[in-house]
């Protein structure tokens, strides 16, 4: 439940920012084709995997850079 929340607040926070990262394009993206909703979930699927691979690996989460468009 916690992750759908942040995801929904990443997803209200994403369409204030002049350039978006990937994970934030992504999710735009996928809100403008699929929805709102399915968008906040499929969020939160990729923020779990995120979480999960940092914890696991043991290592520091580094954003990657916007895609040129």
Excluded: C, Y
């Excluded at 916690?2 to 350039?19: I, N, Q």
């Excluded at 909703?37 to 520091?60: G, P, Q, S, T, Y």
């Amino acid at each position: 439940m916690l992750l759908t929340h942040g995801a929904r607040a990443v997803l209200w926070k994403a369409k204030s920012r002049k350039t978006p990262d990937r994970l934030r394009s992504w999710a735009l993206h996928l809100e403008q084709t699929r929805g709102h909703n399915k968008a906040a979930i499929a969020l939160a699927n990729k923020l779990a995997r995120i979480v999960w691979a940092v914890w696991r690996r043991d290592v520091e989460f580094t954003e990657q850079a916007p895609i040129a468009a």
